[in-house]
């Protein structure tokens, strides 16, 4: 056999064995990263986020923060999960005459990178 000829079929092989590989991984998920902003007058004291499918709001994203208003906060998403919805809860305090509350936003995509905001 040729040694041009051999050094061809290796490098094919070669070329054929990281294309394998490479279809075998797993997909990478989009970038989750967004921006939230509190455009309302009252204190968004607690902020969740969970998929579509699901019937918990797991925990809250805020934690023991909360987003003043006129605030705004990164807030990454990067949880493994190949979709980008997600439902929205933000529940805000009590202010200005009106009482707490919870607005919930279904189908939320976040894979854009770009900004949600709370408003009134």
Do not use: H
């Amino acid at each position: 056999m040729p040694k041009n000829t051999m050094i061809r079929g290796v490098a094919a092989a070669i070329a054929l064995l990281t294309i394998s590989l490479f279809a075998s991984l797993p997909a990478q998920a989009e970038s989750a990263t967004f921006t939230l902003v509190n455009k309302t007058s009252r204190t968004l004291e607690e902020f969740y986020a969970s998929p579509p499918s699901t019937d918990d709001w797991e925990e809250d994203i805020l934690g023991v923060d909360v987003l003043e208003p006129g605030a705004s906060v990164k807030i990454n998403m990067d949880d493994g999960r190949e979709d980008c919805l997600y439902d929205f809860k933000g529940v805000l305090g009590a202010g200005n005459g009106v009482g707490s509350g919870a607005l919930i936003q279904s189908n939320v995509s976040v894979c854009d990178g770009g900004t949600y905001e709370y408003t009134e």
